[in-house]
């Protein structure tokens, strides 16, 4: 055989090894959105170190039994006043899952999130003060 034949055979050779190497059922490395969906599925509640603030004010007494659940493009509040409606749906804003954009326009801002506790931020432009005071809002939740 002559040398360009062995190149050859040992390129197409090495395809083979290559496409057989390949498993199509290899498990897909799961999003950002993905891993930070699962800490943020379920109930969240106002717990002993929980906390509803509106420009650094604790206003949490205003809120007493409230509560934010997530479920996959859904939510739903109990107590919230209208800082929340009582159901929606939710989506991400981008692919890095810092932010949520939620159905009544609300975008809210994930400032720490583990399996227990839950930090997120947004910004209310109006509403009396039943509706809940307007400023910038900082909830600390737990599960």
């Given at each position: 055989?002559?040398?360009?034949?062995?190149?050859?055979?040992?390129?197409i050779?090495?395809?083979i090894?290559?496409?057989?190497?390949?498993?199509?059922d290899?498990?897909?490395?799961?999003?950002?959105?993905?891993?930070?969906?699962?800490?943020?599925?379920?109930?969240?509640?106002?717990?002993?170190?929980?906390?509803?603030?509106?420009?650094?004010?604790d206003?949490?007494?205003?809120?007493?039994?409230?509560?934010?659940?997530?479920?996959?493009?859904?939510?739903?509040?109990?107590?919230?006043?209208?800082?929340?409606?009582?159901n929606?749906?939710?989506?991400?804003?981008?692919?890095?899952?810092?932010?949520?954009?939620?159905?009544?326009?609300?975008?809210?801002?994930?400032?720490?999130?583990?399996?227990s506790?839950?930090?997120?931020?947004?910004?209310?432009?109006?509403?009396?003060?039943?509706?809940?005071?307007?400023g910038?809002?900082?909830?600390?939740?737990?599960?």
């Amino acid at each position: 055989m002559k040398k360009r034949e062995i190149i050859t055979i040992l390129i197409i050779l090495g395809l083979i090894l290559l496409a057989f190497s390949c498993n199509p059922d290899d498990p897909i490395e799961p999003s950002l959105q993905d891993l930070t969906y699962e800490n943020l599925a379920g109930e969240w509640a106002l717990g002993q170190f929980s906390s509803i603030k509106v420009d650094g004010a604790d206003v949490s007494a205003n809120y007493p039994g409230f509560s934010l659940s997530f479920a996959e493009g859904t939510y739903t509040t109990t107590n919230a006043g209208n800082l929340f409606s009582p159901n929606g749906t939710w989506e991400w804003t981008d692919t890095d899952a810092t932010q949520v954009n939620l159905d009544d326009g609300k975008v809210i801002s994930i400032q720490s999130l583990t399996t227990s506790k839950f930090v997120f931020s947004f910004i209310k432009l109006d509403g009396p003060v039943r509706a809940g005071l307007a400023g910038s809002y900082t909830i600390t939740v737990e599960k």
